[in-house]
């Protein structure tokens, strides 16, 4: 043979060997995807018994991935009349962040005055007013809900949640919006606060209490 012509079956061989090649690769690709998509959670429509919606919640999750575990203590939401105490809570986490929900009856709320004096830092949302712990990353708000027989009611809800606990940042522009969205859900949805129309849109803000003084 003419050393100066190539073997034919040589260049069928580097044909296949590259066209299985390319398949390998092709279903390794698609079997990654398929891996990764299976590894993300798909979250439930509602979250806490229907109370609150998970595209809400979702982002204080952050990047976490796995099974969601929700846990409700004393009937969460509940009705309003029936949470005093310790109250109801909604507790869920995902992966190594956790938002969670709490709420009672308080039969006459602090004044707000007398609240800014001690705080670091106010919470507001219309008639609503607060405190925002930055170190465990929670937002409370005590929001009227009066009814005939206590005048004074009020309606007091902590919302809390891990990506919120560093600080100053992007988990805290979160937490405001779902703190917002949370009093609104729970006055006006749930617990049915007169008044709660008021609420205005958007998250909850925060400035300096006289207790950082």
């Given amino acids: 043979m003419d050393s100066g012509q190539r073997n034919p079956w040589i260049g069928k061989r580097l044909v296949l ?6 398949v390998a690769v092709g279903a390794s690709l698609v079997w990654w995807q398929q891996s990764r998509a299976q590894g993300k959670t798909a979250l439930p429509s509602r979250l806490c018994n229907d109370t609150f919606s998970s595209a809400e ?15 409700t203590i004393r009937g969460f939401p509940g009705a309003f009349g029936d ?5 109801v809570v909604c507790e869920t986490s995902l992966g190594n962040r956790s938002v969670n929900f709490r709420v009672k009856h308080m039969r006459w709320g602090k004044p707000k005055k007398e609240l ?10 219309g008639s609503g007013y607060g405190d925002y712990n930055k170190d465990r990353g929670e937002i ?13 009611a009020t309606l007091y809800m902590k919302v809390g949640a891990t990506l919120a ?24 949805n749930v617990y049915k606060c007169k008044g709660a129309d008021e609420l205005p849109e958007g998250p909850v803000h925060i400035r300096r209490g006289e207790g950082s003084r």
């Fill in 165 to 188: 606990g560093a600080g100053p940042g992007e988990g805290v522009s979160k937490l405001k919006r779902l703190a917002g969205y949370a009093a609104r859900t729970l006055a006006r």
């Fill in 116 to 125: 800014m004096g001690e705080v670091e830092y106010v919470t507001e949302l």
């Fill in 140 to 152: 409370s708000l005590r929001i009227p809900c009066p009814s005939s027989e206590t005048p004074t």
């Fill in 17 to 22: 060997l590259c066209g299985i090649l390319v």
């Fill in 57 to 71: 919640v979702k982002p204080l999750y952050g990047e976490s991935e796995g099974a969601l575990k929700q846990d």
């Fill in 83 to 87: 949470t005093p105490g310790l109250g």
